[in-house]
């Protein structure tokens, strides 16, 4: 047998202690592991015993809640069935209080009306007391009543005697006063006959200085198809003097009013003072409301535009007592449709010249 070389001896021997200690580590591992597992069992079985002991403390107390629960709805059931009895001794004794107040009243009607019975009696009593004084009172007094009639009929025979003269007298007065009426009544005649034919005289007069006023008008403002003449009307479209929703008058507005007054100043210079003439100026507007703080209405929106051209004619120079103003708001169209159009003709200023 070859004995090996001293040098593999030795690398032989000191691998082996490597191994041991290798061993030993894992070792330490394992029984550290065991000691981990150990420690956990023993703390998780502490936990497990400490759950079991509180659930059944938790037990116990859904015993005692059960037992309340049932004591509770055993009280339940006493209250109930005790409401229930009063609920009927209240039912019998509100019953018997309605009969007893139905008996009472029906007594107490019985009573009033023994009452008014004996009230009646007594009145009646009394009322035959008095209508007999009455009677006696009465029949002196119609003896008196008869004397005094008979004095009084033989007054009156003489006073009938004295009128039928004054009657006489009366009818010869009216029979001349007749004639007087007659001759009277052909002089009203006659005199109404010329205060007609003044007046006629006095209205074609008018007419024909409306004429010329309205034909220098025309001549001055020209052929506008937002201002023009309807018979005894001069008629301004409202647009033409104001604006949406406005009452004041325009630069422009003020400008073709000038005009016109100052047309009219010329005209009625010309007529005599015994004509009673004044120029009417009319507000009108369309049928769609208007509803604003100052103007609620359309009334008050046609009477503000009215009195604007009346207050813009007297700082022309007309006189205040020859203007009038008025306001008519929608309720006379020139057309009564729906449409832009007939808005448009329905929103005008109106002037007229007339007798006051």
Avoid: C
């Avoid at 019985?110 to 009593?125: F, K």
């Avoid at 004619?313 to 008025?326: F, H, K, N, S, T």
Wanted: proline share 3%; net charge negative.
């Amino acid at each position: 047998m070859a004995i090996a070389p001293r040098n593999s001896r030795r690398s032989s021997i000191d691998i082996w202690p490597g191994f041991v200690d290798a061993l030993s580590q894992l070792l330490m591992v394992i029984i550290f592991i065991l000691l981990v597992f150990t420690a956990g069992q023993f703390y998780l079985g502490t936990a497990l015993s400490g759950r079991e002991q509180a659930l059944q403390k938790l037990q116990h107390q859904v015993d005692e809640l059960a037992n309340l629960l049932a004591l509770e709805r055993q009280s339940n059931e006493e209250l109930r069935s005790g409401t229930a009895a009063l609920s009927s001794q209240l039912q019998s004794a509100v019953a018997e209080r309605d009969q007893l107040k139905a008996d009472l009243a029906a007594k107490s009607d019985a009573l009033a009306q023994q009452q008014e019975s004996m009230a009646a009696l007594g009145d009646r009593s009394r009322a035959l007391e008095w209508r007999a004084e009455s009677a006696e009172q009465a029949l002196s007094a119609e003896k008196e009543i008869s004397r005094q009639a008979l004095a009084r009929v033989d007054e009156l025979n003489a006073q009938i005697a004295t009128l039928r003269d004054q009657l006489s007298r009366i009818a010869a007065a009216l029979d001349a006063s007749e004639a007087k009426v007659k001759d009277q009544q052909g002089q009203i005649v006659e005199l109404g006959k010329r205060l007609n034919l003044a007046l006629v005289n006095k209205v074609e007069e008018l007419a024909r200085y409306r004429s010329e006023f309205f034909g220098r008008l025309h001549e001055i403002l020209g052929e506008r198809s937002d201002i023009r003449v309807v018979g005894d009307r001069f008629i301004f479209q409202s647009e033409v003097l104001f604006s949406p929703g406005s009452a004041d008058l325009g630069d422009d507005a003020k400008k073709q009013l000038a005009q016109v007054f100052a047309t009219l100043k010329e005209v009625s210079a010309k007529i005599p003072p015994e004509i009673s003439w004044i120029l009417q100026i009319g507000g009108h507007t369309d049928h769609r409301p208007i509803s604003t703080s100052q103007f609620p209405s359309n009334w008050e929106l046609s009477t503000a535009r009215a009195m604007s051209v009346v207050r813009f004619a007297i700082d022309q120079g007309i006189p205040a007592a020859r203007l009038a103003a008025a306001g008519f708001a929608d309720q006379q169209p020139l057309d009564g449709r729906n449409s832009d159009d007939a808005y448009r003709r329905n929103r005008r200023i109106e002037l007229k010249l007339t007798e006051r």
